[in-house]
C-alpha cells in the first residue's frame, strides 16, 4: 500500500477534523488576502487621487543668478534676463523612458503687465490641463469658454476692483473676468490667469514658456528617476521634484500596507497554532494506529511523510479555497471602505504566495506532532490494543 493512499484514506476517516483544519486555514488565508487586496486596490485610487492633486515636478530654465527673494520677500532693483523654453521643445517631455507615468504637463508663461497704475503679474495657462490639476481652484463664475475670458485672483480682483462680468483692458486688449478665483493662500491670488496662447500674445512672447508644471508617479522606480529623464532631454532647464508631495504619497500607501501586513501576521499565527493543536491531537489519537504501522516495519520516516501528506493536502485546499474567498470578500468590501473605488483584480502573485504560505504553514505546524509520531515505541503503542 502507497503512504499516499494511506494518508488520503486517514483523511476520508475523519472528514470533520479534516474540515475543520480546512476552515480554519481558509479564514486565515482569506482573511490576508483580503486585506492584501484592499489594500493594493486602496494603494491605486490613492495614487491616481494624488496624482491629480498637483504636480510633483517642476521645470524651469537654468539660471546663473542666485535667488533675490527670501521668506516672500524679493529684493527690487536688479535685473537681468529671463530664459525661457520654445514651446515646441515641450514635446520632448513625451519622449522620456517612463512617459507612462506622466499624468499631466501643464506649460505656463509669466510677465508684468500695467493696469492703470499698478503692476499685475499675468499667467497664461492651458485652462484644460491646468483646472484638473489644480483640484483646490474654487472659481466664483465659470471657466473661459474663449482665449478673450480670464480667470483674476482675489488679491487682485481685490485691488483692481473687479467681479465677474467685468472688461479688463491689458495691452489694449480687452478680456472678460469670467471668474474670480477664491482665496488659496497661495501665490495664484495675485495673478491674473488667461488662456496660454492668449496671453504670449500679450506679452509679446509667442512661443515661450517661462516653467512647466508635471504631475506624474511611478510605481516601479524613484520619482528621482523621472527627473533625471526629462533632465535628460532638456540639459538647459533645472527640474526639480517636489519630494513633499512625493513623500506624502509613499507615507499614505505603506501606512496602508503595514497596517496590513501586521494583521495578517497575526491571523497567519493563530492559524498556524489551531493547525499544531489539532494535527498534535490527531497524533495522539492515532497512537495505536502507528504503533502498528511501526510493528509492521514501517520506518520513522514512512510515518512522517504520512502524517506530512495529509498537512500539505490540508495547506493546499485552504489556501486554494482561501484565496478565492479573499478576493470575493475583497471585491465587496471595497465599495464600503473606499466610496467609488475600483477594484484592483485578483493578483495572480498574491494568489500563489498565500498557497503556498498555507501549505508551508501547515507543514511547520505539522512538523512537531509528526516527529512525535514517528518515535512512539512500537511496543508501547501496542499495548493501547
Known sequence: MKLATISFNNLGRRKGKMLFLVLGLLIGVATVVTLLAITESMGRDIEERLDRFGANIVMVPKSENLALSYGGITVGGVSYEVKEFAEEELDRIWRIENRENLGAVAPKVLG??????RQ???MGV??????????WWHLAGAAPASDAEVVVGAEAATALDLKVGDTLVLAEKSFRVSALLEPTGAAEDGLVIGELHAVQKVLGKEGRISLVEIAAFCRECPISELVLQIAEQFPAARVTAL?????????SIE???AFSYGISGLVIFIGSLLVFVTMLGAVNERTREIGIF????FRRGHVMQIILLEAMVVGL???????????LIARALLPLVLPNGTFAGVNL??????????VALSLLASLYPALKGSRLDPSEALRAL
Open 112 to 117: 508684468a503687465l500695467p493696469v492703470g497704475d
Open 120 to 122: 499685475v503679474l499675468l
Open 126 to 135: 492651458d485652462f484644460q490641463v491646468e483646472l484638473p490639476l489644480k483640484t
Open 243 to 251: 519630494k513633499q508631495a512625493v513623500l506624502a504619497k509613499m507615507q
Open 255 to 257: 501606512l496602508f500596507k
Open 294 to 297: 511501526r510493528a509492521i516495519g
Open 317 to 327: 485546499f485552504g489556501g486554494v479555497a482561501g484565496v478565492a474567498a479573499g478576493n
Open 349 to 358: 502573485g498574491l494568489a500563489a504566495v498565500a498557497i503556498l504560505l498555507a
